[in-house]
């Protein structure tokens, strides 16, 4: 079969280069891709953005492609597989009213409430008035969160009143985040760990995937400003058996069955990501697709074949479907441009790339563009090194020994990427 992966990151990176590993994957596209996706053997870029709908449409057309799989939640959010549907081509992930989950915070706190799946408490208002008032009854921090689309920067833990309103007053001038900050989600604030868990979903049939926990906070320690994900570990320990089951009984299949019940019933990937608390785990967020950068450490462990995976899902068939893990955890650290996710340098030379590597270390790109025979920088996430080991503390030695290695201008990485797991279990 002919697949197109939409998408230019390394979670992108991350599905070419499984799919290029099927024997019945005959050709692997990627509008746009990077650098990354440009070397790897099997895969090819096309220079379609991943915002383009007609474009990609005419291009699926045209390459007759057999699946489309969508890597970020724009496209989603945009209909990108309503339209595919329209023209008859397979396309997976869910339609744009799905995607609501991710594209709309009020939208996904109104579910959650209506379906009584654990959350925190919460409310949305479209004025200071209202937001100061939910906060004089509540104790702090609270946690403001811009109703739409952020790239995971909408949100403001506010530790006191006086930042809760001037968080309200810029997010909801349209200041802060445009037309996505009208709405504001305003909530109480969790205490525990986070882990990511992400399932295949189709309807009401759910498979969970590998269990996965990210760094969203860009310095050591989890401190320092909210990234898209500066490292990764796939499985994540704080899940253990009994709460995994809790997990998909509380949160994966009422979330299924409630989007069904809603008549917009859920098709893709479905990434809860999860504060274990206390009193159990409370759905923080839904991503409507896999992470970035959890996905590239769930793929290296992923050993079934994940285009046959995606077809039989699509083809109604997730109930009979089963994937087979590698037991050895996986971790995966970004490289990124220093000043991210501020302003940061672009088109600087990345070194060390063509250099031997270990076995089980796999060097995925994200914000990478090739020029000539040159990998320059082309964004804040540059690259992520991702290792596979016995131990999640021997991956990530080995990896961390390897990784300077790779250098460019002002690179930056935390060195304390599995921080959680590490200090959870003696390895
Ligand atoms: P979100 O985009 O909603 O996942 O929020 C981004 C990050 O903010 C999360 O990964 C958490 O680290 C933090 N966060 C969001 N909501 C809460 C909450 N209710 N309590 C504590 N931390 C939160
Ligand atoms: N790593 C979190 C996300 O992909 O949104």
Not at 87 to 97: E, Q, S
């Amino acid at each position: 079969m002919k697949i197109l992966v939409i998408g230019a990151g390394g979670r992108e990176h991350a599905l070419a280069w499984k799919f290029a590993q099927s024997d019945q994957v005959d050709e692997v596209l990627v509008a746009p891709g990077n650098a990354g996706t440009a070397l790897e053997p099997g895969v090819q870029n096309v220079d379609v953005p991943a915002e383009e709908i007609d474009r990609l449409v005419a291009l699926a057309k045209e390459r007759r492609i057999d699946l489309t799989v969508v890597g970020p939640e724009a496209p989603l959010a945009a209909g990108v597989v309503d339209r595919f549907k329209e023209a008859g081509l397979k396309c997976f992930g869910p339609t744009a009213d799905a995607a609501q989950l991710e594209s709309s915070k009020a939208f996904a706190k109104e579910f959650l409430s209506r379906h009584e799946i654990p959350t925190a408490a919460w409310t949305v208002v479209d004025n200071v008035a209202d937001g100061m008032a939910f906060a004089n009854g509540h104790p702090l921090p609270l946690v403001l969160k811009a109703d739409g689309l952020a790239a995971g920067k909408g949100v403001v833990i506010a530790e006191d009143e006086r930042t809760v309103k001037k968080t309200l007053e810029d997010m909801l001038s349209g200041n802060a985040f445009g037309q996505a900050g009208h709405r504001v989600v305003i909530e109480e604030f969790l205490v525990g760990e986070e882990a990511s868990f992400i399932a295949l979903v189709d309807g009401e049939t759910v498979l969970p995937l590998a269990t996965s926990q990210d760094h969203k906070q860009r310095d050591e320690g989890d401190k320092g400003p909210n990234t898209g994900g500066m490292g990764a570990i796939s499985p994540a320990p704080v899940i253990g058996d009994e709460l995994h089951e809790k997990v998909i009984a509380e949160i994966i299949l009422p979330t299924a069955r409630g989007m069904v019940a809603d008549g917009h019933p859920f098709t893709g990937f479905l990434y809860a990501g999860l504060m274990v608390t206390q009193t159990g785990a409370k759905v923080l967020e839904f991503n409507v697709r896999l992470g970035d950068p959890e996905t590239q450490p769930i793929l290296m462990r992923l050993e079934s074949d994940l285009a046959a995976a995606l077809m039989d899902t699509l083809d109604g068939r997730l109930d009979e479907l089963e994937l087979q893990w590698d037991s050895r955890p996986a971790i995966g650290v970004v490289m990124a441009a220093g000043g991210y996710p501020d302003e940061y340098r672009k088109g600087d030379p990345i070194t060390g790339l063509d250099l031997d590597r270990p076995d089980g270390i796999k060097v995925f790109h994200a914000g990478t563009r090739l020029q000539d025979d040159q990998v320059l920088t082309n964004g804040g996430r540059v690259l992520c090194v991702t290792a596979l080991g016995e131990t999640l503390h021997k991956a990530r030695g080995e990896l961390y020994r390897w990784l300077p290695q790779i250098g460019f201008r002002d690179a930056y990485y935390r060195t304390d990427i599995g921080h959680r797991a590490l200090a959870r279990r003696e390895h």
